[in-house]
């Protein structure tokens, strides 16, 4: 007759109860309440699901403010109490009471929310207009890593190394023959007057120039209607562009994709 020690006896114990988990749960604990759902628990599923789902877009819809931020925290901590409440159902015996809640929380926010939360601000940075009541927009900050900002992009940019970033709209970029005569504004000889500041009261008689390489003419505010009567065109390089604006967040009644 054999004995086990007892330390062996637990380590076996918990690679038994890990294989069990795998071959009873599987992926399913990837999607809060399914799990409990297959195990014909519908009203734990119903509540864990549903609660996971409402802060979802709950926080997707408030995307940019501390209640997206609180909402998020909600949905991630009702995914752990799902695998959490998954695994101490399917092992026996169990794994201690913090180890699961420890082990489940890193592995979710390392393997899947972390990525997911550093992918998404990548591509849809919130960001809000200095001096404007309440405007914002979302910012692609990888939209030029392979490419140059091109005529009609809203980009993100900073003026100057201490200026605060603003939302602006590239007129022309490098290579562009501008032209601007009698309030007549034009680029590689078509005329772009629409949204831009011709209303000075002294216009140039004659000016003609090519943008410089590596650099772009961009009308800053130009999706802010009350900065118009201050707006003028600057030169930037493109290096002071941190991103491509695609879309407006804020206020809610005016949210859509930017033209």
């Known amino acids: ?36 759902w297959s195990w014909r628990q519908p009203e734990r599923a119903f509540v864990l699901f549903g609660s996971f789902v409402a802060s979802l877009v709950m926080g997707a819809f408030a995307w940019g403010s501390w209640v997206s931020v609180v909402v998020l925290a909600f949905a991630f901590l009702t995914h752990v109490v799902s695998s959490v409440d998954v695994l101490r159902q399917a092992a026996f015996p169990g ?4 180890m699961p809640v420890i082990s489940i929380s890193g592995g979710l926010a390392v393997g899947i929310y972390g990525p997911l939360l550093g992918m998404t601000a990548l591509v849809a ?19 030029y890593r392979h490419r140059d900002p091109e005529r009609g992009d809203c980009v993100w940019l900073r003026l100057s190394p201490w200026s605060e970033p603003k ?27 629409r949204g831009l500041p011709f209303r000075s009261h002294e216009p140039p008689d004659d000016l003609a120039y090519k943008v410089p390489e590596g650099h772009l003419l961009v009308l800053p505010d130009a999706l802010n209607p009350r900065a118009e009567s201050s707006r003028s065109l600057v030169l930037v390089a493109n290096a002071q562009v941190h991103g491509r604006a695609w879309a407006r967040l804020y206020p809610v009644w005016e949210r859509g994709l930017l033209q």
């Open 95 to 98: 794994f201690g009471r913090w």
């Open 1 to 36: 007759m054999f004995l086990l020690h007892p330390g062996v006896w637990q380590d076996g114990a918990a690679a038994g109860a890990g294989v069990r988990v795998r071959s009873q749960v599987g992926w399913r604990i990837l999607v809060p309440g399914w799990a409990q």
């Open 125 to 143: 940075w919130p960001v809000q207009q200095e001096g404007s009541a309440g405007d914002g927009y979302l910012v692609n900050c990888w939209a």
């Open 167 to 193: 939302i602006g709209r590239v007129v022309a970029e490098a290579g562009d023959e501008v032209e601007w005569s009698k309030q007549r504004f034009r680029v590689n000889g078509t005329a772009l007057d």
